[in-house]
């Protein structure tokens, strides 16, 4: 006989816009060895920290404060850009140019 187990759904909250969401419906960031990237799998060892999809296009700089805050961290302005132009593929709305 099988057990029938309720289908738990993690939730996590957005670092910049609090905003508490499935953890499938979010990005996971992670700092570690002083980079900060996105992290797909969400499964990367290091400090993790989770941004709604559609947080970029609005408010970007108060977005690299949380994160830089979240992660205790600074984030480059390298890993910046590599994050936002992630971040906007995965929103669909950057250009894949
Ligand atoms: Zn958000």
Do not use: F, I, N
């Given at each position: 006989?099988e057990?029938?187990?309720p289908?738990?759904?993690?939730?996590?909250?957005?670092?910049?816009?609090?905003?508490?969401?499935?953890?499938?419906?979010?990005?996971?960031?992670v700092?570690?060895?002083?980079?900060?990237?996105l992290?797909?799998?969400?499964r990367?060892?290091?400090?993790g920290?989770?941004?709604?999809?559609?947080d970029?296009?609005?408010?970007?700089?108060?977005?690299?404060?949380?994160?830089?805050?979240a992660l205790r961290?600074?984030v480059?302005?390298?890993d910046?850009?590599?994050?936002?132009?992630?971040?906007?593929?995965?929103?669909?709305?950057?250009?894949?140019?």
């Open positions: 006989m057990m029938v187990r289908r738990h759904v993690p939730h996590r909250t957005c670092v910049v816009c609090k905003k508490r969401a499935p953890k499938r419906e979010l990005v996971r960031v700092a570690s060895g002083g980079r900060v990237s992290d797909p799998s969400g990367a060892s290091g400090r920290a989770y941004v709604c999809r559609d970029e296009g609005g408010e970007a700089r108060a977005m690299r404060a949380s994160l830089a805050r961290t600074e480059a302005d390298g910046w850009k590599d994050l936002k132009e992630s971040l906007g593929v995965m929103a669909g709305t950057g250009q894949s140019e």
